[in-house]
């Protein structure tokens, strides 16, 4: 067989395969890659990379969840919507001065991203700036960071772009 012959029949049968296992679905007006049952954002993967590789967290400060101010955050969130929010634990706890982005975790509840400003008994939950549920089928980090600028424009960008989600519901 001559090469551009079976070149020609390689690119026809890839095309035809590929064809046949992926679909790029349009799920409110953005692509996704779906193979297998499985949907893919591509589009969220890449926004993560780029976030990876230009964030400066310099002036974030990665709190430990037992520490007497994480722990002060969290009573903040166990009270903020009882009683169901009264079993909450803190799996990140990122601060830059009063600003503080914590991933918690209940019992009942779906994990959530809260957003605080303050200090002591003076710190406040910034009530539109809650993420809570599932982000199927767009990339978690990029969705939730995209939500919690738009909700507290004046939240330190390097804050948001430091957060690496930790629960399973947001992992990739």
């Known amino acids: 067989m001559k090469r551009h012959v079976a070149l020609t029949l390689l690119i026809v049968t890839a095309l035809g395969v590929l064809n046949a296992h992926v679909d790029l679905p349009r799920i409110d007006g953005r692509r996704f890659v779906a193979t297998q049952g499985q949907i893919y ?19 974030v400060q990665q709190v430990n969840p037992h520490h007497p101010d994480a722990q002060t955050v969290v009573s903040r969130i166990s009270a903020f919507s009882p009683p169901d929010s009264h079993t909450a634990r803190a799996l990140n706890v990122l601060r830059t001065g009063p600003w503080w982005l914590v991933e918690a975790s209940f019992d009942t509840l779906s994990p959530a991203v809260v957003i605080l400003y303050g200090e002591g008994a003076f710190m406040e939950i910034i009530e539109g700036a809650i993420w809570s549920g599932s982000t199927t089928p767009w990339r978690s980090a990029p969705q939730i960071r995209r939500y919690l600028l738009a909700a507290a424009t004046a939240l330190p960008r390097e ?8 629960s399973e519901l947001y992992r990739p």
Not at 50 to 58: H, L, Y
Not at 159 to 166: N, T
Request: with cysteine; glycine share 4%; proline share 7%.
């Open 159 to 166: 804050l948001v772009a430091c957060f690496d989600p930790r």
């Open 41 to 59: 954002d591509p589009r969220g993967w890449m926004e993560d990379q780029i976030n990876t590789i230009t964030r400066r967290c310099e002036s």
